[in-house]
C-alpha cells in the first residue's frame, strides 16, 4: 500500500511563556525557562500522533531536523524523512516559513504544524493558497482558526483522513494579539490571512426527506457554483459517468452519458473527443479536467475514460483535475481510496496522496488517491 505523506513542523518554543505567565512566548522564550518554564510543543504533539500510531505502516512524515520533529517522530517509531534544519541551531519564524516551503515542494497531503498564534503567522506567510493545513494547540494564546480543538482532536482528524473518512476544506483565520501591548494591560489584536484547513466532513449535505442526501439537489448545487466560477476561455473536460452528465444537465449542456466532452465559455465544443482529438483541444490551450468514480471500484483514472491518455493529463496539469461525487457516492467506498491507472507508472506515482473533492456548492472534500 502507497504511504500517506505527512508534513510536520514542531514550534518548540511554543506554549513556553504561559507557565510563567508572560501572557505569550514571542521573544520572551529564555526569560520564560529563566523561570522554570519547560518545552511543552513536543508533548502536545504526542497526544495528537499517538492517534495515528495504529496507522504508522501506512504513514511516512517529513519534517525538520531535531525538536521542530525529528526527535518525537524518531522516539516513536514513526517512518520520516528530513528535509532540512534550522538554521542558527534554534527554531525560528524563518526556519517555520522555509520548513513550511520545503514540505509543500515534497507535496504533503497535509501540514500538520504545532505552535500557536506566531506560528500560524509563519505558516500562513509562506503557505500556497490552497495547501490544506492543521495546527495542533501548543501555544499560550490560540486566537486563530485554524487549529484543532485539542491535539487529540487534530490527531483523530488526521486518521480520519488517512483512513478514507469525509473530510472538507473550510477557510480559517490567522489572528494574533501583540503580546508587549497584552503586557502592558491592551489587547490588540490583527487579522493576516486565511489557511485552508480540513474539518470533519458528514455523510449529509443537502436533505429532501428523511435526512437523505439528494443527488438532484446536490447536481443543482454544483451546477451553480461552476457556473459561479466558468474561467474565461478555459476549457473544460467533463468525464464521462451519470455524476458529470447530469451536473451537465443543470448547467443546459448536451453532453454524452458515456464520453468526454470540451465545454468553453459556457458551450459545449466537442462532444465524445477521442483520444487524439482531446490532446489537440488541451495541448496548447489551458483547461481544467473534471472527473468522477467509475465503477465499483472507485477508479477515477484509467476505467472507461482512456481518452484522458498520460500525455492528456501531463497537457492539462495534476494540479487542474477536480474529482465531483456526492457525499453518498464516496460513502459507498467504505473508506477505500481513489484510484488511478493511467498506463504510465510514472505519472500515477506523481498523484497526490489526496485528491480535492467537489462534493456541493462551495464545498470541497479531501479524499485519498491509492494508486
Same mark, same amino acid.
Given at each position: ?65 531535531? =525538536? ?10 514513526? =517512518? ?36 500557536? =498564534?506566531?506560528?500560524?503567522? =509563519? ?249
Amino acid at each position: 500500500m502507497a504511504r500517506f505523506h505527512l508534513g510536520l513542523i514542531i514550534n518548540p518554543l511554543a506554549g513556553l511563556g504561559g507557565p510563567a505567565g508572560l501572557k505569550g512566548s514571542d521573544g520572551v522564550a529564555a526569560q520564560a525557562i529563566a523561570l522554570g518554564s519547560q518545552p511543552r510543543a513536543a508533548l502536545r504533539t504526542r497526544v495528537a500522533l499517538e492517534c495515528l500510531l495504529p496507522l504508522r505502516e501506512r504513514v511516512q512524515f517529513l519534517t525538520f531536523a531535531g =525538536d521542530m520533529g525529528e526527535d518525537l517522530l524518531a522516539d516513536m517509531c514513526f =517512518d520520516y524523512r528530513v528535509l532540512g534544519h534550522s538554521a542558527q541551531g534554534t527554531s525560528s519564524a524563518a526556519d517555520t516559513r522555509a520548513a513550511v516551503e520545503a514540505l509543500q515542494q515534497a507535496g504533503v497531503a497535509l501540514i500538520l504544524f504545532a505552535g500557536g =498564534d506566531g506560528t500560524a503567522r =509563519d505558516v500562513c506567510a509562506a503557505a500556497r493558497d490552497g495547501q490544506p493545513v492543521l495546527g495542533i494547540p501548543a501555544g499560550v494564546k490560540i486566537q486563530s482558526g485554524v487549529y484543532a480543538i485539542s491535539p487529540r482532536a487534530a490527531g483523530e482528524l488526521t486518521a480520519r483522513l488517512i483512513e478514507g473518512g469525509l473530510v472538507r476544506l473550510s477557510s480559517g483565520e490567522v489572528r494574533d494579539i501583540d503580546e508587549s501591548a497584552l503586557r502592558e494591560g491592551r489587547v490588540t489584536a490583527r487579522w493576516y490571512g486565511e489557511l485552508t484547513v480540513p474539518q470533519e466532513g458528514g455523510y449529509v449535505q443537502q436533505v429532501k426527506q428523511g435526512g437523505v442526501e439528494s443527488e438532484e439537489l446536490v447536481l443543482g448545487d454544483l451546477a451553480d457554483w461552476l457556473q459561479d466560477s466558468w474561467e474565461a476561455d478555459v476549457r473544460y473536460i467533463f468525464g464521462p459517468g451519470s455524476t458529470l452528465h447530469g451536473l451537465a444537465q443543470n448547467l443546459n449542456l448536451q453532453t454524452t452519458l458515456l464520453g468526454v466532452d470540451v465545454i468553453e465559455n459556457g458551450q459545449v465544443i466537442a462532444r465524445d473527443v477521442t483520444e487524439a482529438q482531446l490532446f489537440e483541444l488541451v495541448a496548447e490551450h489551458p483547461a481544467r479536467l473534471l472527473v468522477t468514480a467509475i465503477g465499483g471500484q472507485g477508479h477515477i483514472i484509467g476505467r472507461g475514460n482512456q481518452q484522458i491518455s498520460p500525455r492528456v493529463l501531463r497537457a492539462i496539469g495534476l494540479e487542474h483535475l477536480r474529482v465531483v461525487a456526492t457525499k453518498r457516492k464516496l460513502g459507498t467506498l467504505d473508506g477505500r481510496p481513489l484510484l488511478v491507472d493511467s498506463g504510465d507508472v510514472q505519472l500515477d506515482d506523481a498523484f497526490p496522496d489526496v485528491v480535492k473533492v467537489w462534493a456541493g456548492y462551495k464545498e470541497e472534500l479531501l479524499y485519498p488517491v491509492g494508486k
